[in-house]
C-alpha cells in the first residue's frame, strides 16, 4: 500500500516554507482527521494510507466570510388575504468562467395555496404540494446572470385578523458547479510514494529429500 503526501493552500504552512501566502491562501480551523495523523501537529505534513474505496481524508472549518455563489431575494406579497404573490429573484455570483448546473430552488408556500400561476424568465417552476413548497428548476445557470419568477397563490382559508404569524422556513439552494470550491482550498500536490521491496534471493533448499 502506497504512502500518500497531500499539499494544500494552507496559510500556517506556506508561510512555514516562506512561500508567499496573498491571494490563495486560506485559513483552515478546527481540523479533524478521520485517522490519526502526528505528522501534521508537528510540521502540517498530511501524509496517510489510503484504504479501499471512498473514504473522508479529514474535515475542518473556514473562519472567513464566505459569498455565495447564488443570492436569492424573496418578496411576499399578501392581498385581501385571499391571494399571495410571490416574486423572487436569482442572480450568480460566480465569474462568467463558470456555469451552475441542474439549480433548483425551493420556496416554502402557506399550505392552504390552491391555484398556481408561475412565471419565470428562465427554467421551470412547478408547486410542490406534499412539501408545501414552489420548486423552481433552472438547467443551467451561467455567471453574472439574474433570473426573475413571479408567481400567485389563491389562500381560500379564512385567517382571524390578529392571527399568529407564519413559520418562515427557509429557501433551499441547489447546484453544481465543476471545478468550483466556495472554500477557495486548492490541492497543490499529491505525492504518492511506493516503497520497493527488496529482490527476493534465489538459491535452492533440500528437506528430507524434497527440492524446494
Excluded at 442572480?91 to 425551493?106: F, G
Excluded at 392552504?112 to 412565471?119: F, I, L, Q, Y
Excluded at 424568465?121 to 446572470?145: C, H, Q, R, T
Aim: charged letters at 30%; proline letters at 7%.
Amino acid at each position: 500500500m502506497p504512502e500518500c503526501k497531500l499539499g494544500l493552500n494552507d496559510r500556517v504552512l506556506l508561510e512555514a516554507q516562506g512561500r508567499s501566502t496573498k491571494g490563495k491562501a486560506i485559513d483552515l480551523d478546527d481540523i479533524n482527521f478521520i485517522s490519526m495523523l502526528a505528522r501534521f501537529e508537528n510540521d502540517r505534513t498530511i501524509s496517510f494510507l489510503p484504504p479501499d474505496g471512498a473514504f473522508d481524508l479529514m474535515t475542518y472549518r473556514l473562519s472567513t466570510q464566505v459569498k455565495p455563489p447564488i443570492r436569492v431575494e424573496a418578496q411576499v406579497e399578501r392581498h385581501s388575504r385571499s391571494r399571495i404573490e410571490i416574486m423572487v429573484k436569482a442572480r450568480s455570483q460566480y465569474k462568467d468562467r463558470s456555469t451552475a448546473t441542474n439549480v433548483e430552488i425551493e420556496l416554502p408556500v402557506p399550505s392552504d395555496s390552491t391555484n398556481p400561476n408561475v412565471r419565470t424568465s428562465m427554467g421551470s417552476a412547478s408547486y410542490v404540494p406534499e412539501n408545501d413548497a414552489l420548486l423552481w428548476k433552472i438547467k443551467s445557470f451561467p455567471g453574472g446572470k439574474e433570473y426573475m419568477m413571479r408567481a400567485e397563490f389563491s389562500l381560500p382559508s379564512i385567517t382571524a385578523e390578529e392571527a399568529t404569524p407564519e413559520r418562515k422556513a427557509p429557501i433551499r439552494v441547489k447546484f453544481e458547479i465543476p471545478y468550483f470550491t466556495l472554500s477557495r482550498i486548492q490541492v497543490r500536490y499529491l505525492k504518492i510514494i511506493e516503497k520497493r521491496l527488496p529482490s527476493a534471493s534465489v538459491g535452492k533448499i533440500h528437506y528430507n529429500g524434497w527440492r524446494v
